[in-house]
């Protein structure tokens, strides 16, 4: 297998080669799929993750389109149900908010209405997070929205070394993807390259780092987070277990419970606010499926129930390691 | 072609029917609106798609759709209880005017496989309304889709005039925002609507992308069975659109032609029976026979 040269990189690959990998090979597997989105073709997006494929494919297959989100997702559901597969890219977070009315009332629901479960092969890339000082409504956590379309899948990227197959995973499938990539995190870690990659089942939780003490989920931008503070505080003893959650809806309950059992002490950490969130539903999962299992009350760690802010006060709004580390003393007392 | 209106005019009069009688739950009402629809798909190959908004049983019947699966749409029995591949006719869409850019995903799917196929997709006055209709539009220009927009100015939002649901007197000259081609059309002569999107079809056929076309029209029943249209216009409308009524119009249109009465006789009297057979097995499946 041969991939497009990466420039960006020194030594090893990032998290943003790893997704711009796994376009080119779905690209070269597949004539049927296409990706579309703003500034995708020429210039190879925002953050530069389809850089070259214009050229290797042609602007046939990474198609630059208008400014337009719905008409891009709506589009995207004409192709698919004409046969191909396509890969759509919005720019941020925060400007996804147009396609909504496409992505919940017909991505989500047209194998539903049509009785065939194969028949939305579309994925839905878009950048997510924040701290980055960013301005307004290119910082946000939008999980939740999706989640609410039943049917419709939410995974997110989280390290250099598996984001390549999870999203060739998401590409493959028959199903509709929404597929975030933490952006913050594009081009902070770089792992050495392999020529091929592991299958990621899309599904399924990853065990990132075991520990008897205490468990922490996350998922997407906050899993570095976690990973920092379940180092900060092993030097106190403390051995964390620290679950990626990887894939938002639907939460893989089996794994989730399996290993809050182990010590029955959970922090849940996200970025996005708290209320009807991806991280209330783990722990609704916990209170109910995994209650008998539990040995404290688990914590959850969010922003507050507020708009993001600016960039002047991002790091007050979001759980910290510090918040994280105090949590798991917490539970852990 | 007669056939084809009479057919639909008949569907929404049955459909109406088993309404009131509660077989059904609730029907978007055509009548008057045939022409319009009919001219726009009577000369499509098998390989072209429709794309329906949800007024369009005279359409889906001239696409093959049996009687019985429609009625079963409107009895709750299924989204789409059709085969929209082998009718090549696309389950009906609610969200209003959401379909126009999957017709225009899907004409662009075509022409990347250098496929002949064109693609027309049905929306009303009030739909023209929505950005996601103008994105579409844009797009389909952009990337000359094989699309006929085929916009029915019925006349009415459920119960907004299209005077007050935009300042624009002629819709379809919206196009050349989109740098497509827009053409008007009485919506009421079956005859002029199959002749303008004859053109438009060519042209979207021989990728000179999509045409726009507006045909004024008049919904003569209520926006659906829960609808009371007297509350927003008179009576005297409404028979003033009579006179206008498209079957009845292009049956004069036939007036010279050989043993009329007696062709007629016989359409209607197939589609007739047509309906009726469709109705018994219908109202047997439901358990009402």
């Known amino acids: 297998m041969t991939t497009t040269a990466t420039p960006r990189s020194r030594t090893g690959f990032t998290m943003a080669d790893g997704i711009h990998r796994a376009l080119d090979q779905a690209l070269a597997e597949d004539p049927t799929t296409l990706i579309m989105g703003e500034d995708v073709g020429q210039l190879g997006g925002v953050f530069r993750i389809t850089a070259g494929l214009r050229d290797t494919y042609g602007a046939d297959r990474v198609i630059d389109s208008p400014l337009a989100e719905a008409g891009l997702v709506g589009t995207g559901v004409g192709l698919a149900l004409n046969g191909f597969r396509p890969i759509i890219e919005i720019q941020f977070d925060g400007f996804i908010f147009p396609a909504l009315n496409q992505i919940c009332t017909h991505v989500a629901r047209f194998p539903l209405r049509l009785q065939e479960p194969g028949l939305m092969p579309l994925t839905i890339r878009m950048p997510s997070g924040g701290r980055i000082r960013a301005s307004e409504l290119h910082s946000e956590s939008p999980e939740t929205y ?37 952006k913050r995190l594009y ?147 | ?146 699309v006929v927009f085929l916009l029915e100015n019925n006349g009415y939002a459920i119960s907004l005039p299209t005077a007050k649901q935009t300042n624009a007197e002629e819709l379809y000259l919206r196009a050349a925002g989109y740098g497509i081609a827009g053409v008007r059309v009485d919506g009421n002569d079956v005859v002029a609507v199959r002749d303008v999107v004859r053109e438009a079809l060519s042209r979207a ?25 007297l509350r927003y216009r008179t009576k005297d409308e409404v028979a003033g659109w009579i006179d206008r009524d498209p079957v009845t119009r292009f049956r004069a249109r036939l007036a010279d032609q050989p043993d009329l009465e007696e062709r007629i006789g016989e359409i209607e009297a197939e589609v007739e029976a047509e309906l009726d057979r469709a109705t018994d097995d219908f109202l047997k499946e439901r358990g009402m026979a």
């Open chain 1, 146 to 182: 999706f989640a609410h379309a039943p049917d419709l899948r939410v995974v997110s990227a989280s390290t250099p070394d598996t984001a390549r197959g999870l999203l060739l995973a998401a590409i493959r499938s028959d199903e509709p993807f929404v597929f975030l990539e933490p």
């Open chain 1, 187 to 333: 081009r902070r870690y770089r792992v050495e390259p392999e020529d091929e990659i592991a299958d990621v089942d899309p599904g399924r939780a990853r065990l990132l780092r075991e520990g008897d003490d205490a468990l922490l989920v996350v998922y997407g931008p906050m899993v570095d987070i976690a990973m920092q503070a379940a180092d900060a505080i092993a030097e106190e003893g403390v051995r964390v277990a620290v679950l990626d959650l990887v894939s938002m809806a639907p939460i893989d309950t089996d794994t989730l419970l399996t290993e809050a059992a182990r010590s029955g002490r959970v922090v849940v950490a996200a970025e996005s606010i708290r209320r009807c969130s991806i991280s209330s539903e783990v722990v609704s999962i916990l209170a109910t499926e995994g209650f008998g299992a539990l040995k404290c009350a688990p914590r959850l760690l969010t922003s507050p129930n507020r708009p993001y802010p600016p960039a002047h006060e991002e790091d007050e709004h979001l759980p910290s390691v510090e918040d994280i580390t105090n949590a798991l003393r917490g539970v852990t007392a």
């Open chain 2, 205 to 229: 056929r021989a990728g000179n992308g999509p045409t726009l076309v507006e045909a004024v029209t008049y919904r003569m029943g209520g926006h659906t069975t829960s609808d009371d249209p």
């Open chain 2, 1 to 146: 072609m007669f056939r084809a209106l009479t057919r639909g005019r008949r569907f929404d009069e049955l459909a109406l029917r088993l309404q009131r009688q509660g077989v059904i739950d609730s029907y978007g009402e055509s009548r008057g609106q045939e022409a319009a629809q009919i001219g726009a798909v009577v000369d499509l190959e098998a390989d072209d798609m429709v794309f329906p908004s949800y007024r369009q049983p005279s359409v889906a019947l001239e696409r093959g759709v049996p009687t019985v699966e429609l009625l079963r749409f409107y009895a709750g029995a299924g989204f789409c209880p059709w085969d929209w591949r082998k009718h090549r006719f696309a389950p009906y869409c609610i969200p209003v005017g959401s379909q126009v850019a999957h017709a225009v995903g899907w004409a662009w799917a075509s022409r990347l496989r250098g496929e002949s196929a064109a693609t027309v997709v049905f929306f009303g006055d009030g739909a023209a309304s929505q950005g996601e209709v103008h994105e579409a539009m844009n797009y389909a220009g952009v990337f000359k889709a094989p």
